[in-house]
């Protein structure tokens, strides 16, 4: 983990599962932050399940991924909330913490005792997060939700994604949970600091179909003006700007363009790809012709890129200003010598001492790269959680030959 430390001396409480709200967990650990995961007693966190469901592969039997990308640098405590000595040592342990983040359903939180309330009557001034599929009002408040139905499905994204006439475009894992987890990160950095300036925590929710309300902001807004309608959706073949678009290479792999000034880069592009002769070519000469004639252009423009192969196109590109890129694997994305340079992947271990590479979240702080350690095993922390609480040995022994901690 980064040396500086941002949120150093901050204590959050997660109460969470799965990666959505979790995430935001790891991202406050890296920031510094001491985050301690409460996980049930019988089976923890549900999503290590998934190793021994077949549905998460541990890449050689011994990550499992799906728990190390959001749980990294937390500390795990077990606890059985259904038994009123669980309940007991979560309102103690609120008591020393400045962030309560949960992800637990309305009617849970009530029936356990973990609700906004009860925690507020026990640290007035903690800042209470709440991470839910569709928001904490409506006629689905208390309805369950994963990213793949709230973010991707319900939230539109899928729909946008999907050209006419294909198959549904199908969501990558966690692919809206990560980036709500980042959503909830900032809000709870704006939350502590609206603490420390007025001594008054804050309520913060932050929901999957919030997030993909505001991932598709263009184009939920066209939808509203003008009588309604869509953003305009363009083939390859007839796109508005011959500048924007993927062009296949020799070697069939894509060459991203993405110069939105046409007029400022086209004379230098065409003539970097080797089709100088369409500068001064009279249907390309003015704005207006060049979008008259742009199935012409981007015919010409994919002959030319069919003629050499990536590797030959990142030379020939090399010195373009304008903005253009390849289209990368994830294992290329490993390799991108920005990631490298940068520290976007992190090579640490787990727990149990297996290497793995994994990436950090995205926000860095005076140039330092972060690197976390593993996710914690189930209950791996709960006495020296408790200990540090302020408990006694005898107490902790109470707790845990009642079942109450794990």
Known sequence: MSSDGVLSGVRVLEVAAWTFVPSAGAILAEWGAEVIKVEPIDGGDPQRGLVTMGIVDEG???????????????KSIGIDLRSEGGREVIRELSKSCDVFLTNYL????????IDVDDIWAVNPNIVYVRGSGHGPKGPDAD??????????????????????????????????????GMA???GIAAALYKRATTGHGSLVDVSLLGLAAWNLGPDLSVSQIH?????????????????VGNYRTKDDRYVTLMMLQL?????ETMNAIGLAEVVDDPRFADPASRFENRTALIALMDKAFAQRTLAEWREVL???????????????????PA??????????????????AMPTNPVQFDERPVVSPGAPEHGQHTEEVLMEAGMDWDTIMHYKESGAVL
């Open 227 to 243: 009588g309604g309608g869509a953003i305009p959706k363009y083939g390859h073949a007839d796109a508005p700007n011959p500048l």
């Open 263 to 267: 007029d400022k880069f086209f004379a």
């Open 339 to 356: 990631v490298t340079a940068n520290g976007y992947l992190a090579h640490t271990t787990t727990m149990s001492g297996v290497p793995y």
């Open 60 to 74: 050689g039997g011994s990550v499992n991924y799906m728990i190390e990308i959001p749980n990294r640098g937390k």
């Open 106 to 113: 309305p009617s849970r939180r009530k029936r356990l005792g």
């Open 184 to 186: 909830i990160a900032g």
């Open 143 to 180: 309805k369950p939700g994963y990213d793949g139905v709230s973010y991707w499905s319900r939230g539109g994204i899928a729909a946008v994604l999907t050209e006419d006439g294909d198959e549904l475009v199908r969501s990558r894992p966690a692919f809206g949970d990560l980036l709500g």
């Open 318 to 336: 090399a010195s373009v200003s304008g903005a253009w890129g390849v289209v990368q694997t994830p294992a290329e994305v490993c390799d991108d």
